[in-house]
């Protein structure tokens, strides 16, 4: 198993932003050394109905890190979300920064690329994102040193990002009282999501955790923030030593019985695209709806 650089001496302060829609938590993470900060999982507003997208959740973050004084270094995304729209590019452009995903982005894009019948104008390599992240890659975010982790299952470009004793963990584990996340989009594979689970629990106990979606189970209020202790203890699925076999089994069978996200098809879009929405012949924004294809 690879060996990270973990440093739990840094300590960064973490803003959350719950977007009520989506149930997504997207964090604005500042250096403690510095005036830097990286954004991590942003969210696009959109409704879908009417064909309208907005930008209130993006501008809020925008008011906030210019409020505060702060230098945006990254707009980091844990994967490619099938349940919200990115707000990356529009972010950048207001603010700067780089876009940054796991370098398996090329599999989600080669595979949805087929599935939304994507013509040659459609880029797979990735070149979409400023940084595509190998398992163990260092970036900056002031003086702060970050690292990416590998952790697919969920999908297969899935990573959880650590930036001094603070993990960003996406969609690769929830609360203890949620368990997990599901592994039967296209890619995804509940053994890998156990193996990559084990790793984030490899982590130091004390590391505290940062989910990307919280949606309360059983009525108690939304929560995003737990350790990796309390996750090795009391998660649901994973906890108290569950066995890699138990999981698999259990995934497999919740899994079957989950509805599709209701924001999967533009969001797939979107998001290969690094948050861009694609566009007709004509150049106006369209999204594409395929048949009988997920």
Same mark, same amino acid.
């Given at each position: 198993?690879?060996?990270?650089?973990?440093?739990?001496?840094?300590?960064?302060?973490?803003?959350?932003?719950?977007?009520?829609?989506?149930?997504?938590?997207?964090?604005?993470?500042?250096?403690?050394?510095?005036?830097?900060?990286?954004?991590?999982?942003?969210? /696009?507003?959109?409704?879908?109905?009417?064909?309208?997208?907005?930008?209130?959740?993006?501008?809020?973050?925008?008011?906030?890190?210019?409020?505060?004084?702060?230098?945006?270094?990254?707009?980091?995304?844990?994967?490619?979300?099938?349940?919200?729209?990115?707000?990356?590019?529009?972010?950048?452009?207001?603010?700067?920064?780089?876009?940054?995903?796991?370098?398996?982005?090329?599999?989600?894009?080669?595979? $949805?690329?087929?599935?939304?019948?994507?013509?040659?104008?459609?880029?797979?390599?990735?070149?979409?994102?400023?940084?595509?992240?190998?398992?163990?890659?260092?970036?900056?975010?002031?003086?702060?040193?970050?690292?990416?982790?590998?952790?697919?299952?969920?999908?297969?470009?899935?990573?959880?990002?650590? /930036?001094?004793?603070?993990?960003?963990?996406?969609?690769?584990? $929830? /609360?203890?009282?949620?368990?997990?996340?599901?592994?039967? $989009?296209?890619?995804?594979?509940?053994?890998?999501?156990?193996?990559?689970?084990?790793?984030?629990?490899?982590?130091?106990?004390?590391?505290?955790?940062?989910?990307?979606?919280?949606?309360?189970?059983?009525?108690?209020?939304?929560?995003?923030?737990?350790?990796?202790?309390?996750?090795?203890?009391?998660?649901?699925?994973?906890?108290?030593?569950?066995?890699?076999?138990?999981?698999?089994?259990?995934?497999?069978?919740?899994?079957?019985?989950?509805? /599709?996200?209701?924001?999967?098809?533009?969001?797939?879009?979107?998001?290969?695209?690094?948050?861009?929405?694609?566009?007709?012949?004509?150049?106006?924004?369209?999204?594409?709806?395929?048949?009988?294809?997920?």
């Amino acid at each position: 198993m690879m060996t990270y650089p973990v440093d739990m001496q840094i300590k960064p302060e973490v803003s959350a932003h719950f977007d009520e829609a989506t149930n997504t938590i997207t964090y604005i993470v500042k250096d403690p050394a510095s005036n830097h900060c990286a954004i991590v999982d942003s969210v /696009m507003d959109i409704d879908y109905a009417a064909g309208r997208i907005t930008y209130e959740h993006a501008d809020a973050l925008i008011a906030e890190i210019k409020e505060r004084g702060l230098t945006l270094d990254w707009i980091i995304e844990t994967h490619v979300h099938a349940d919200h729209l990115s707000a990356a590019p529009y972010l950048q452009e207001r603010l700067g920064g780089k876009i940054g995903v796991g370098d398996k982005i090329l599999v989600v894009q080669e595979t $949805f690329g087929k599935v939304f019948n994507e013509g040659t104008e459609f880029q797979r390599d990735g070149s979409q994102f400023d940084a595509l992240f190998k398992d163990g890659d260092t970036y900056m975010v002031g003086e702060m040193s970050c690292f990416a982790m590998f952790t697919p299952g969920h999908t297969p470009a899935c990573m959880v990002h650590v /930036m001094g004793d603070a993990a960003f963990a996406g969609d690769t584990l $929830f /609360m203890p009282d949620g368990g997990s996340a599901r592994a039967d $989009f296209p890619g995804g594979d509940a053994g890998q999501l156990y193996d990559s689970i084990q790793k984030v629990l490899a982590l130091p106990d004390e590391m505290r955790l940062f989910m990307c979606h919280d949606y309360g189970p059983g009525g108690r209020a939304i929560a995003w923030e737990t350790t990796v202790g309390e996750e090795k203890r009391d998660n649901i699925h994973v906890g108290g030593g569950k066995t890699r076999a138990e999981f698999i089994k259990f995934r497999t069978e919740r899994d079957a019985q989950l509805d /599709m996200p209701k924001l999967i098809l533009p969001s797939l879009q979107v998001n290969m695209r690094a948050g861009d929405v694609p566009k007709d012949a004509d150049g106006n924004p369209m999204l594409k709806v395929p048949v009988n294809a997920i």
